[in-house]
Nanobody, 125 residues
């Protein structure tokens, strides 16, 4: 089983920056195919939405339009860690941020097998 643990969330002012991290441990049972790591977020009263994806070796990434140009996803393979650097934060970025691991290059939450517990990122004015 794979465990994902996020950290780095916290209160930040609009216009500021924050980096959240996700450390993966364990092994995917019976899987030898490449994995995809992703960040999702869920704001109060809203559905969970994808923010960014990154390929197994970190060479390819994809961003939702709402964060493109402001957020950067990266991956440290040696540390089994995925990062989400968030710059020029807006009030509407307030949400719980989740990392997820899946095996397909997709953006729907149901396509991801493993999830972290989430880390809160409130953005204040």
């Amino acid at each position: 089983q794979v465990q994902l643990v996020e950290s780095g969330g916290g209160l930040v002012q609009a216009g500021g920056s924050l980096r959240v991290s996700c450390v993966a441990s364990g092994r995917t049972p019976g899987r030898t195919s490449s994995n995809v790591m992703a960040w999702f977020r869920q704001a109060p009263g809203k559905e969970r939405e994808y923010i960014a994806l990154i390929s197994e070796k970190g060479g390819v990434s994809l961003y939702a339009d709402s964060v493109k140009g402001r957020f950067t996803i990266s991956r440290d393979i040696a540390k089994n860690t995925v990062y989400l650097q968030m710059d020029r934060l807006k009030l509407e970025d307030t949400a719980v941020y989740y990392c997820a691991l899946g095996f397909f290059w997709r953006t729907q939450p149901q396509d991801y097998t493993y999830w972290g517990q989430g880390t809160q990122v409130p953005v204040s004015s």
